[in-house]
């Protein structure tokens, strides 16, 4: 494992986004993207598009220490959030999740193209990257699949980790490395 301490919210960029920390001050730009109930149709807490029930999300954002605000550089607006989580050292895995993009963002390149920066960026550190994502978001591990993750067994977990309902989604070092080869071809 390598010890070096990895920051968990560099800022990452490209042609389109920009992946900056989320801090306080974030709270209505991101909350009027998570307003839209059809963001949060195939995620387990439906209710995140209400005020209330977002502002607990948001707070354990900031609490986390990894989240991001991902903006849209050609219109400066924030288009969404995402996050790393560390994972148990003995894992060697980061955790990219809890993402959600504006709907304008959904189907095209953009999820990808934050998800590249990210496992790039993590890849750097760890050996692994772990998705775990609710059975029934079918939009979420198409995504993740795009990416060359693949769908794996569960890992064991503590108990205030586990997440009843997650599909466990994997994408290695070596798998990403192959990814991106097969995609310049």
């Not at 598009?49 to 550089?73: T, Y």
């Not at 998800?115 to 790039?120: A, F, G, N, P, V």
């Not at 990257?129 to 079918?138: A, K, P, Q, S, V």
């Amino acid at each position: 494992m390598n010890k070096t301490i990895i920051n968990l919210q560099p800022a990452l960029e490209n042609d389109l986004l920009l992946l900056r920390p989320l801090t306080s001050e974030d709270f209505e730009d991101l909350y009027h993207v998570a307003s839209d109930p059809l963001v949060w149709e195939q995620h387990p807490d439906k209710n995140r598009c209400e005020r209330d029930v977002f502002k607990l999300f948001f707070s354990e954002a900031m609490a986390s220490a990894g989240a991001f605000a991902v903006i849209d550089k050609e219109t400066g607006k924030m288009i969404g959030s995402t996050r790393f989580h560390r994972i148990k050292e003995s894992e060697n895995a980061i955790e990219i999740g809890w993402t959600f993009l504006a709907r304008k963002y959904w189907g095209g390149q953009y999820n990808g193209l934050m998800k590249q920066l990210m496992i790039d960026w993590a890849l750097r550190f760890v050996d692994n990257i772990l998705f775990y994502i609710d059975e029934y978001n079918i939009r979420s591990q198409k995504a993740v699949e795009k990416l060359g993750a693949e769908r794996i067994t569960a890992i064991e977990r503590t108990p205030l980790e586990v997440r009843p309902n997650a599909v466990t989604y994997s994408i290695t070092r070596k798998q990403w490395m192959e990814a991106k080869l097969s995609t310049r071809s």
